[in-house]
């Protein structure tokens, strides 16, 4: 039997080409120097994979930033802002889009569905001339069969490419983007027929939107498009790969009915309903890709219960049809267990990153075929009941803390208005208050300086010392630029995820488990594999020495339940919603704590609210219900002048906007600036909200440095849909990856636009 991998982390073990990319971005690294490093590990990539007996290797899911980014440069669809002017478009027009430059903003970047990836959101329009301007799938096709691998080469597909797209700026909202598809298949085929040349015999197009709830109108764009195809692909097999969900009926109906294709994959992790599908009827002679190996979990595969699925759907689909392989690309898997040398025995049995569910898939095709490794399905067979009875995993005074939850809906007693008026008395802010969302830069100094303590080279003592001083700069940078609500810059914490799972109960760490969040951003999320509680206070030490250094409001800062729980890799014996109620009640603990400590305003980060949102209407509703209810669990018994912040990360919020209201947090911070002020639109559709509001007014992403006059303006779109009384000024984001030289210039500049539009609005009175 065959096996099949969607897609491998790009970053490297140890995250070789986040450092080469930065060292590249920085100027003290020339484009070979990043071009060298790509190719050893793509090289590696496929040699690992060949030597483990993938028989479907695929290429082209290298990337220097993100796919569908380099989707955008095979058709030649830049930006007009970016000045290409045609040819094979080159790192300073790539990086432009994605990074945006000195002179022109970066592209709009957004959740991959419901994942921690990000990927660069197409603008186009009618106008947009269409060209093949990056030859990089067939490049890397070649590059691999000069080393005597065959592989398979992947694109995204152009419908989901499409529907992922947004009407560029200028262009009605109501432009049909399918209505492109006809201009963007000529490059396709011509990177197909390219293809061909080169000697590829397979070719995987990614289609995950087929996953959504699409109507009959999308669903034909599939068909137009394949049918389009077909005499260009013949003489190759297509693969169609579907992931992160089950595929509907109606959609499974269209998708096995495209002409031209020779294989389906899909994920039967998430996917579990396409199994009825699959069973009610398959079309003959055609390959099943069948994704039984999570690519979006770190648990070792259950290669009994996987095995027992395949058999039932060699049965119905035939043997020799079905190939084994990933639920989605390992991208959102760490990379090598084998790097895990810190890691707990017991723990690190039940574990599986990246290369081990490669051999696991291989481990499969080849029981399947009837070779089963006796040793390698024992092993398994013992980590998965070591697992299950390990006294480790439960903690019965945690399991009855969070059954008791239920009944209450943890509402604050005072409604929001009522406390906000109560909050002013008490903090005494201006109108168009100014904070930042937390982080401040982490310099190398620093990282150095946390990286020697946990090696136990430096003291206690001398590390205090040296955090102290940094959150004193920090402090002093706030008073000097004038900033009303300040943060302590948080120069103690690695990650907003793994700094609280470090102190909470039933978190595992890693060295080297990161997984790739957008261009060289990596992260490291921690794995819960038990019960969660708080053993001790978390942040209280530094929130109250930072407090002690101002008599400015100093905001606490903590990560939410449902961002700790969307950031982390989950345990999959218990439901979603248990787990992240365990959390809810120890982050109450910690916010019970900031109180007495004497912090009025208490920021409960929830970054990933929106990306934990399932992909399908019907399922939506019981997911805000639990997961907004954890939120109001953490805050349900503070005082009225106790002020609640929220802050929530790049996503589309104008679906759940009833929800994010349903929070009751006092004040809520949001990403806007890089979306076109997307969320602004909700509030000129007449939604009324009525609590404080910071819309991000730059993009810290990139290290262009906004003028005062352009956050003014920010600002006073602001005001035309939001009440004066109610909006803040801030950043987008945290200020973590930014540099002093960008991160001063920009906040010096958003004070004072923010003392400008105070001014504008005094005299209009």
């Not at 027009?93 to 991959?112: D, L």
């Not at 009618?126 to 301007?133: E, G, L, M, Q, R």
């Not at 104008?654 to 929070?663: A, W, Y």
Request: with cysteine; aromatic share 8%.
């Amino acid at each position: 039997m065959a096996s099949h991998i969607v897609g491998y982390p790009r970053m490297g073990p140890k995250r070789e080409l986040k450092f080469a990319l930065e060292s590249f971005w920085d100027g003290k690294s020339s484009a070979e120097d990043l071009q060298k490093v790509a190719a050893e590990l793509r090289t590696s990539i496929w040699k690992q994979m060949a030597d483990a007996g993938i028989n479907y290797i695929p290429s082209n899911t290298f990337s220097y930033y993100d796919q569908v980014l380099d989707t955008t440069s095979m058709l030649g669809a830049v930006p007009e802002r970016y000045g290409w002017n045609g040819g094979e478009i080159g790192f300073d027009t790539y990086f432009s889009m994605a990074r945006g430059n000195s002179s022109v903003p970066a592209m709009e970047m957004t959740k991959w569905f419901d994942t921690n990836y990000h990927f660069i959101v197409p603008e186009l329009g009618p106008n947009v001339n269409f060209s093949y301007a990056s030859h990089k799938a067939v490049n890397e096709f070649k590059e691999a069969k000069a080393l005597g691998i065959e592989t398979v080469p992947v694109i995204v597909g152009p419908v989901s490419y499409l529907l992922l797209s947004k009407p560029a700026k200028g262009v009605e909202k109501s432009f049909s983007l399918l209505s492109l598809i006809d201009k963007i298949l000529p490059i396709y085929k011509e990177v197909v027929t390219e293809l061909k040349e080169a000697g590829a015999t397979w070719i995987q197009f990614d289609e995950p939107t087929l996953v959504l709830d699409l109507d009959s109108h999308h669903l034909q764009a599939f068909t137009h498009a394949y049918s389009e195809l077909e005499s260009t692909v013949s003489g190759l097999k297509v693969l169609i790969e579907t992931y992160f969900s089950d595929v509907p009926a109606e959609a499974y109906k269209t998708l096995t009915s495209l002409k031209g294709v020779a294989g389906f994959g899909f994920d039967l992790v998430r996917g579990t309903k396409t199994l009825d599908l699959v069973n009610a009827g398959f079309p003959s002679g055609k390959y099943l890709f069948a994704g039984v190996v999570d690519g979006r979990n770190i648990w070792a595969n259950d290669l009994v219960v996987s095995l027992n699925t395949l058999k039932s759907l060699e049965d119905k689909v035939g043997k020799g049809n079905i190939v084994v392989s990933t639920s989605c690309s390992l991208l959102h898997t760490a990379v090598d267990l084998a790097n895990e040398t810190k890691l707990d025995k017991e723990i690190k049995s039940w574990l599986a990153f990246a290369a081990q569910k490669v051999k696991e898939v291989n481990a499969l095709a080849k029981a399947l075929s009837g070779e089963r490794d006796e040793a390698f399905f024992f092993s398994n067979a013992a980590a998965h009941s070591s697992r299950k009875f390990s006294p480790r995993v439960t903690n019965e005074n945690v399991q009855k803390a969070a059954a008791s939850l239920k009944g209450s809906d943890h509402r604050r007693a005072t409604n929001v208005s009522a406390r906000l008026a109560a909050q002013q008395k008490k903090l005494g802010l201006p109108v168009l208050p100014t904070t930042t969302i937390g982080s401040f830069p982490q310099t190398m100094e620093l990282r150095r300086v946390r990286r020697e303590f946990k090696a136990k080279k430096i003291s206690e003592d001398d590390y205090v010392k040296s955090i102290k001083e940094e959150i004193n700069k920090v402090v002093k940078l706030q008073e000097d630029l004038d900033i009303d609500v300040l943060v302590h810059g948080e120069p103690e914490r690695n990650d907003m995820v793994e700094y609280f799972g470090e102190q909470l109960s039933g978190f595992a760490f890693t060295v080297n488990g990161w997984v790739q969040s957008y261009g060289s951003r990596c992260v490291k999320p921690p794995i819960i594999y038990g019960d969660v509680s708080r053993p001790k206070a978390m942040t209280v030490f530094w929130s109250s020495m930072a407090q002690s250094m101002t008599k400015r409001p100093m905001k606490g800062m903590l990560t939410g339940p449902v961002t700790i729980l969307n950031w982390s890799f989950v345990r999959n014996d218990q439901p979603r919603s248990e787990t992240c109620y365990q959390i809810a009640l120890a982050i109450k603990d910690e916010v019970e704590d900031l109180e007495k400590a004497g912090i009025t305003v208490i920021q409960i980060d929830e970054a990933a609210l929106r990306e934990g949102l399932p992909l399908r209407k019907s399922e939506q509703a019981s997911y805000l219900e639990w997961a907004v209810h954890s939120f109001r669990i953490t805050n349900c018994s503070v005082e009225d002048t106790t002020q609640i912040h929220t802050h929530m990360c790049y996503s589309n919020f104008n679906d759940i906007i009833h929800s994010i209201i349903n929070m009751d947090a006092d004040v809520i911070t949001i990403e806007n600036s890089r979306s076109d002020e997307k969320l602004l639109s909700v509030f000129r559709e007449g939604v009324k909200y009525g609590a404080g509001i910071g819309p991000g007014v730059y993009d810290i992403h990139s290290p262009r440095i906004p003028s005062t006059e352009e956050i003014a303006d920010r600002i006073k779109k602001m005001l035309a849909v939001l009440e004066t009384g109610i909006l803040w000024v801030n950043p987008d984001c945290g200020l973590k990856t930014r540099k002093y030289t960008e991160v001063n210039p920009a906040l010096s500049n958003m004070v004072a636009a923010a003392k400008l539009l105070r001014t504008q609005l005094a005299s209009a009175k």
